[in-house]
């Protein structure tokens, strides 16, 4: 996996999908507490496998209903099937930073 910080200071990781043909970029997200978080149109164009809804606390405390779906990624010299939490509102691919615990950034 290669990553890169940003000049606003984002940190940055690419992750290959198997859905998407290749790797997609992902902000590191300290808040969030699932695998993935994606736009609503890049699952559409990804066809991932719809899981249900579940509520999600945002980080302004606000509840949403969040679709879920499953992607396989490489992760870790290993491939996996990951929750992948939809967005409606035009969000950014984010990761969680739960998921990269013991790894050097």
């Known amino acids: 996996m290669t990553g890169k910080l940003t000049l606003d200071h984002a940190a940055h990781i690419e992750v290959e999908v198997s859905e998407s043909d290749g790797g997609h970029d992902f902000i590191i ?60 509102r035009g969000c950014v691919s984010l990761i969680s930073m739960r998921r990269i615990e013991g790894c050097q950034i």
């Open 29 to 88: 997200d300290t808040g969030f507490s699932d695998f993935l978080y994606l736009p609503e149109d890049r699952l559409a164009a990804w066809n991932l496998l719809f899981l249900g809804t579940v509520p999600m606390t945002l980080a302004d405390q606000s509840v949403i209903i969040a679709d879920v779906y499953e992607a396989r990624v490489d992760w870790l010299a290993s491939s996996r099937h990951v929750n992948v939490t939809a967005e409606t």
